[in-house]
């Protein structure tokens, strides 16, 4: 089977497909970033295809992050990438700030972005809502820095949830550009990869917003820290509507929170969302949430306990992380020196 067989689009000829994909460490991994992004990062890599995760360390102090709550974050992502399957001797596993090759390219696509295609951005609106005046410019530029994450390792497929679609644009939009005004078939035009039945994961409390670790309700959100007993209380206690589940998937329409339990199930036992209708049609959510309360304990209480296991030696996690920087910087340095060149830097 060729690299590039299992993927919907083929990397270019001439080009290897190589999967890139971040994760901010600006506080725990949730559920979402578990079915949205992890879980399909464990699978590009068990497929063979040369795969490259990175705790965006530098991206999450684009807000406010305490240095020694970042610090804490930033190993126990790498714990909850290692737990849920990612292993540091098949994809290359290692934390943003240790690879200067991406600031150093973030800074050049910089200068290539716009001001309008960035101010377009809606996640930059969404989090600097009515402060725009008073965020980081860090915020700002943020999507360009995501771009040169991606193309300093000169990446063809990106697997993330659906929230980060408009930034794997730009990033497109960047490498074109840069291809163009330079004359160059350097950067690939990347192609992302959102698939499965939970590309989007909902608060368990309000199932018209986005699952996130930012929520200021814990109730809000399954950590992938929680215990068998917490996952199971969170579900039990998920914001519901009184009727049973409906035979087909349209009749989940104007029914978010409802919707969104049974994309969870199918994402988390691999089935259709229309294969958990069809199983528990009729069923009330008396019926239907212990059934995912236990579904989502057997599949996450075994990755909080491995975390756990993990972080009792972080020294380790840290030797994982350099190795991992290691062999990033091998791929990204080259890239970013042949970048100089393009653009007329004179290099010693
Ligand atoms: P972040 O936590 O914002 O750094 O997101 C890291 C990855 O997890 C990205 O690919 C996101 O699209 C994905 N992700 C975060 N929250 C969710 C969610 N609620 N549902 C699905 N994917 C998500
Ligand atoms: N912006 C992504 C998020 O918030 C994280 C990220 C940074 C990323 N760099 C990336 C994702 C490169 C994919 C590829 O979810």
Not at 4 to 29: W, Y
Not at 165 to 194: M, S, T, W, Y
Request: contains cysteine; proline residues 5%; charged residues 25%.
């Amino acid at each position: 089977m060729s690299d590039t067989a299992a993927l919907a689009t083929p990397a270019p000829p001439n080009r290897a497909a190589r999967i890139f994909s971040g994760i901010q460490p600006s506080g725990g991994l949730t559920l979402g970033n578990y079915l949205g992004a992890l879980k399909r990062f464990v699978q590009k890599q068990d497929e063979g295809i040369q795969t490259i995760y990175c705790l965006v360390d530098m991206h999450a102090i684009t807000v406010w992050q305490d240095p020694q709550k970042l610090r804490h974050a930033t190993r126990e992502a790498a714990a909850g990438f290692i737990a849920s399957g990612i292993d540091p001797t098949k994809s290359i596993l290692f934390n943003q700030s240790q690879v200067s090759a991406h600031v150093e390219l973030g800074w050049i696509f910089n200068c290539v972005a716009r001001m309008g295609w960035m101010s377009r951005m809606t996640q930059f609106k969404d989090k600097a809502g009515k402060n725009s005046e008073n965020v980081s410019l860090g915020l700002f530029a943020y999507p360009a820095l995501m771009a040169a994450d991606i193309l300093a390792y000169r990446a063809t497929h990106v697997p993330v949830g659906e929230d980060q679609k408009q930034h794997l644009e730009l990033c497109r939009d960047i490498a074109a550009k840069f291809n163009n005004d330079f004359g160059v078939d350097f950067f690939p035009i990347v192609e992302p990869i959102i698939e499965g039945a939970a590309t989007r994961v909902m608060s368990l409390r309000d199932g018209t917003s986005k699952m996130s670790k930012s929520d200021p309700s814990d109730q809000s959100r399954i950590n992938l820290t929680d215990d068998a007993d917490m996952i199971s209380k969170k579900i039990r206690k998920a914001k519901t509507d009184t009727e049973p589940l409906p035979e087909t998937l349209s009749g989940l329409k104007n029914r978010p929170e409802a919707r969104n339990l049974v994309n969870i199930y199918a994402a988390l036992a691999d089935m259709t969302p229309q294969g958990v209708i069809d199983l528990y049609s009729g069923s009330l959510f008396g019926q239907f949430k212990p059934a995912l309360a236990d579904l989502a304990v057997a599949k996450l209480a075994p990755i909080s306990k491995e975390m756990q296991r993990l972080m009792k030696d972080p020294a380790e996690i840290d030797r994982i992380l350099e190795k991992g920087a290691q062999e990033a910087n091998a791929i990204a340095r080259p890239v970013v020196d042949q970048v100089y060149d393009i653009i007329g830097m004179i290099r010693g």
